[in-house]
Nanobody, 115 residues
Framework: QVQLVESGGGLVQPGGSLRLSCAASGSIFGIYDIGWYRQAPGKQRELVAAITSAGSTKYADSVKGRFTISRDNAKNTVYLQMNSLKPEDTAVYYC?????????WGQGTRVTVSS
């Protein structure tokens, strides 16, 4: 089974940028569709962006034009470039298969957008 590990979170000011990474173990990573999800305090986990094995992408309306998802199958990694960050982007960010599979949740990486 593929294991997914998120990294790259941190504290950033509004308008700033971060790049999150989702590193996967396992040689079959390239066949998976992968999503980035987030969970803000007191809210349900939601899909932020997803990328298929062929490279097609999907974004939540709230992040369109600001976030970009990409993948490097040679490095078994999916990235989430986040620009023009807003306080409402504050959350723990997770990667998982898309649609998500319960056994693939990792620890997540925390993103805090605050001045």
């Amino acid at each position: 089974q593929v294991q997914l590990v998120e990294s790259g979170g941190g504290l950033v000011q509004p308008g700033g940028s971060l790049r999150l990474s989702c590193a996967a173990s396992g040689s079959i990573f390239g066949i998976y569709d992968i999503g980035w999800y987030r969970q803000a305090p007191g809210k349900q986990r939601e899909l932020v962006a997803a990328i298929t094995s062929a490279g097609s992408t999907k974004y939540a309306d709230s992040v369109k034009g600001r976030f970009t998802i990409s993948r490097d199958n040679a490095k078994n990694t999916v990235y989430l470039q986040m620009n023009s960050l807003k306080p409402e982007d504050t959350a723990v960010y997770y990667c998982n298969r898309w649609p998500y599979a319960p056994g693939y949740w990792g620890q997540g990486t925390r993103v805090t957008v605050s001045s």
